[in-house]
C-alpha cells in the first residue's frame, strides 16, 4: 500500500512531465527476479535487440556480459529509502518509449507506472493484489499469466502477442562469454561430464542425498564424471551428500570456483545437467546442454528448461509455483524427489544416449 502512496504523490510530477517528453526509442525491460528468472527473460532481451534492465545485483555478473543490454539499474540501490525511489522514479519517468514489467511486485509496478512511456506493457499474475489496480490503470497493455501458461511465451507476448518461446532463443551471456582460463578438469576426455546443483536457494526444492545416491547408483556402470556447481556457501550441502554417498573418485567440487559470468561457459563443457528447479538449469538449457529436471514440487507447466529435456518426478507434488513460492511441503524432500523405478529406467536411457552419442567406450 505504501507504493500507492507514493504513486500518488508523485503524480502531480508524472503529468507535468508528459508534457516535455520526447521519442526516445528506448526499452526498459523489469525482470528483478533470480538467475533461472533472467535467463528466461532473455528471449524478449533478444527480441528487443537492446534494452535497458532493472535487475537484481544477483544477475548483473551475466548482464554485464550482454550486448544486447545497455545500461543495468540495480533495484536494491533503486529502493533503498523514499528519496531513492523518488529520484530513480524521476530519472527514468521520460527515458523510455517501450516499458515492459515482467516481475509485477509492488516496487517494480510503481516504477513501471510512473513511466511516461508511450507503450507499457506489464504480466498480470495469480499472485496479484487488489490496490495493484491503480498501476494497472498505466498500462497500455496487459498479459494474463496463469500457473499453466510458460512464462517465457508470456514475457515474449509482452512485445508481440504472437510470439511463442519457439519464436527467440534463450542465452545466459550474449554472445557466450569465454572465460581466459577454466579448471582444466571440465576438459577430462573419455567421460560423460555431467553437471549437477545439489541445492536449490528454497530449502525445500532442494534434492536430498538418499535420492543422489540413487542417481549415482543407477548411472553406476556409465563413465560418468559429476561436477558440482554452485558457491562455496553450498559446502554443507556437499558434506551431507558425502555422509550419504562417501567421497568418489568421480565426483568433483566446483563450489566456489567460478565467478557467475564463468558459469555459461564451464556448464557448456558439460554433457548433460541434472538438478532441480535452480538457475544453472536453466543456463545449461540456454548453452544447448541437455537437462535431466527433478520437479519435484514446481510446477513444470509454468517454467521448465525448453531444450533437450528429461522431466522427472510426479505431477501430483506439484504446489510450488514461479510468482507463489512454497518453503514448506506436507510431504518430505525424499517423497517429492523420489525416483521411480521408471524414472531410473529412463534416466539411465537419456545419460546412456549421451555416452552413444560421444561414442565412449566402457
Not at 573419455?190 to 545439489?198: E, H, K, N
Not at 513460492?325 to 524414472?343: A, I, W
Amino acid at each position: 500500500m505504501s507504493y500507492v502512496l507514493l504513486f500518488i504523490l508523485f503524480l502531480p510530477a508524472k503529468l507535468l512531465g508528459k508534457l516535455f517528453r520526447k521519442e526516445t526509442g528506448k526499452n526498459l525491460v523489469i525482470q528483478t527476479a533470480k538467475i533461472g528468472d533472467f535467463v528466461n527473460a532473455t528471449p524478449l532481451l533478444s527480441h528487443l535487440k537492446k534494452s535497458d534492465v532493472l535487475i537484481s545485483r544477483a544477475v548483473e555478473p551475466l548482464a554485464s556480459r550482454d550486448d544486447t543490454i545497455e545500461t543495468i539499474y540495480l533495484i536494491g540501490k533503486k529502493k533503498r529509502n523514499v528519496f531513492a525511489k523518488l529520484r530513480f522514479a524521476w530519472q527514468v519517468m521520460n527515458r523510455y518509449d517501450n516499458v515492459y514489467l515482467l516481475q509485477p511486485n509492488s516496487t517494480n509496478l510503481f516504477f513501471a507506472a510512473v513511466c511516461n512511456a508511450k507503450n507499457k506493457q506489464f504480466l498480470s499474475i495469480y499472485t496479484r493484489r487488489w490496490y495493484h489496480a491503480i498501476f494497472y490503470m498505466a498500462a497500455d497493455g496487459v498479459v494474463e499469466h496463469g500457473k499453466q501458461t510458460l512464462s517465457v511465451t508470456n514475457y515474449l507476448q509482452l512485445a508481440d502477442r504472437s510470439l511463442s518461446w519457439q519464436d527467440a532463443p534463450k542465452h545466459a551471456t550474449h554472445p557466450l562469454y569465454q572465460p581466459k582460463a577454466w579448471p582444466e578438469c571440465l576438459d577430462k576426455p573419455d567421460v560423460i561430464r555431467i553437471g549437477l546443483s545439489i541445492s536449490a536457494g528454497n530449502k525445500a526444492k532442494t534434492v536430498p542425498p538418499s535420492v543422489w545416491k540413487r542417481i549415482f547408483d543407477t548411472l553406476s556402470d556409465l563413465p560418468c564424471q559429476f561436477y558440482i556447481f554452485g558457491t562455496e556457501n553450498e559446502q554443507p550441502w556437499l558434506d551431507e551428500l558425502y555422509r550419504a554417498t562417501g567421497e568418489q573418485s568421480n565426483i568433483t567440487s566446483l563450489l566456489g570456483l567460478l565467478p557467475l559470468e564463468d558459469v555459461p561457459w564451464a556448464i557448456s563443457r558439460m554433457d548433460c545437467y541434472i538438478a532441480s528447479d535452480s538457475g544453472n538449469v536453466y543456463i545449461a538449457d540456454a548453452v544447448g546442454v541437455p537437462v535431466v529436471l527433478l520437479f519435484g514440487p514446481c510446477c513444470h507447466h509454468e517454467q521448465r528448461p525448453l531444450g533437450e529435456t528429461l522431466l522427472i518426478g510426479n505431477d501430483d507434488n506439484i504446489s510450488s509455483y514461479v510468482f507463489e513460492t512454497r518453503y514448506y511441503f506436507d510431504k518430505s524432500r525424499e517423497e517429492l524427489f523420489r525416483l521411480s523405478e521408471q524414472d531410473a529406467i529412463n534416466l539411465y536411457q537419456f545419460i546412456a544416449s549421451k555416452n552413444q552419442s560421444k561414442n565412449i567406450l566402457i
